[in-house]
């Protein structure tokens, strides 16, 4: 990775990257330029979906299709720009917004034009409390010089941004959460059909986009999908942000193509630098808590939209790697995980609202000390139970609770089944009494 290019990240850093006339003087809305000047909006699209530009925001659907969906003879289009970031521990969104936020405008800009939309609104999760006000310095700065607003660059084409602060819920993450959220409503997600795309933010088709897939846009169409297509793999294309805490040396934000594997990630000395105090790792979370776990037997799975399902997790969602050393009790990693979707889960679905909980009470059971051996057939049924992917809910937050709670207990299943053994005489009853 040593000769590799940063694209996405190539500003941070630089003197004044969050101002107007850097970005530009860096070459910035040179593609936005292109885009509403010379090109059409199917050619646009038609570019996208050449480059395989996949959603970065968890799901990895083609942006390119995705924007295919629209009804053609609409009237009316409106674009959601996600950029709430809820997924634990993932914040490459907020590092895009932070030090580059009109890379984040132009490709705005270039969605918004291939769409044909005319309003956008910039959903931001409350806790962005710097981030918010930088997004909005650097929108009015678009404002100013003619990028936004009426007849954009003299083009004629309109586009209005809007930045929308949510209440922080991790269900809103969801398209239809966000957009119900954007609604003024509660964040429940929507029962689909219809998708946004036909009948969205307020009942007009919508496109909801993640923050760096947008960030994307600019560089496909200054450099083309030929290059974007070299970088990666066919079907992982293109640059991709990753995030690495826990015990690392150097947590943060990194550039890689998709090639990388968790374990350069956490190791390499562009990256993670290795684990602190040269502790071994016993789990990582590759894609954020809700995609799954692997073991520190499995690192050398490649952080593609691929690779993951053969280790037994949902996918790559965000990229996002939490590391857990081998010092670490898996008994709090399992309660911790359980007690995040517990919480998170919005309600709506009987099966997540209650299976969430009923999962976390038996993690946190077996961590105090009260766990029975049936306790881990329990869970893996409860879990097994519950998500869209045996058709039970309206959204994956249950698909997203129950991933990391079947793997931990499938993979390091010694290692609970010996603290259970372990457990000391008597306690059980007293916890019990205290859980319940």
């Known amino acids: 990775m040593a000769d590799y290019e940063p694209v996405l990240l190539r500003n941070v850093g630089v003197d004044g990257s969050r101002t107007l006339d ?18 059409t909006a199917d050619d646009v699209i038609d570019e996208v979906k050449r480059a395989g530009l996949r959603g970065r925001g968890g799901a990895g659907f083609p942006a390119g299709v995705k924007w295919g969906f629209l009804p053609k003879g609409r009237k ?27 890379q984040v405008i132009e490709g705005i800009i270039i969605a918004g034009y291939a769409t044909r939309a005319q309003i956008a609104y910039v959903y931001m999760r409350v806790e962005f409390h710097e981030q918010f006000h930088i997004m909005q310095n650097a929108i009015d700065e678009a404002y100013a010089a003619g990028l936004l607003g009426k007849n954009i660059l003299g083009s004629g084409y309109d586009l209005e941004v809007y930045v929308h602060r949510g209440a922080g819920a991790y269900v809103c993450g969801e398209e239809t959460g966000l957009i119900e959220s954007i609604e003024g409503k509660r964040g429940y997600p929507r ?47 293109g640059p991709k942000l990753f995030c690495v805490c826990g015990p690392v040396n150097r947590p943060g934000c990194y550039e890689a193509p998709m090639t990388i ?48 399902r053969n280790f037994g997790m949902l996918g790559l969602g965000t990229a996002a790697a939490v590391v857990v050393n081998n010092k670490t009790d898996i008994r709090a990693v399992l309660r911790n995980v359980a007690r995040f979707y517990a919480l998170e889960s ?34 893996e049924e409860v879990a097994g139970r519950m ?9 994956g937050l249950p698909d997203g609770a129950t991933f990391p709670i ?3 207990v499938r993979k390091f299943r010694g290692e609970l089944e010996e603290h259970i053994a372990n457990q000391e005489p008597g306690k059980a009853e007293a916890v019990l009494s205290v859980l319940n």
Request: net charge negative.
């Open 22 to 39: 850097v970005y530009r003087a860096r070459g910035g809305y040179k593609a936005a330029e292109k885009v509403v000047k010379d090109m």
């Open 76 to 102: 009316r289009t409106l674009l959601c720009v996600n950029a709430d970031e809820s997924e634990p521990p993932t914040f490459c969104n907020r590092v895009l917004m932070e030090h580059d936020p009109h």
């Open 191 to 237: 029962i689909k059909p219809p998708f946004p795309a036909v009948e969205g933010l307020f009942r007009m088709p919508t496109v909801v986009n993640n923050v760096e897939t947008l960030a994307n846009l600019p560089h496909i169409i200054e450099r083309g999908a030929d290059w974007f297509l070299g970088i990666g793999t066919p079907s992982s294309a």
């Open 261 to 308: 594997t968790c374990e350069e990630l956490i190791m390499g000395d562009a990256f993670g630098r290795g684990m602190t105090d040269n502790l071994p790792v016993k789990a990582v979370f590759p894609g954020g808590t809700s995609m799954g776990v692997i073991t520190g037997d499995e690192l050398q799975m490649k952080m593609d939209f691929d690779d993951p």
């Open 346 to 379: 919005c309600g709506q679905c009987t099966q997540c609202r209650e299976g969430t909980n009923w999962m976390y009470r038996i993690a946190s059971r077996i961590e105090h000390g009260a766990g029975r051996i049936e306790d881990l057939d329990l869970i």
């Open 387 to 395: 998500g869209m992917m045996p058709g039970l809910s309206i959204c």
């Open 406 to 408: 079947q793997g931990i």
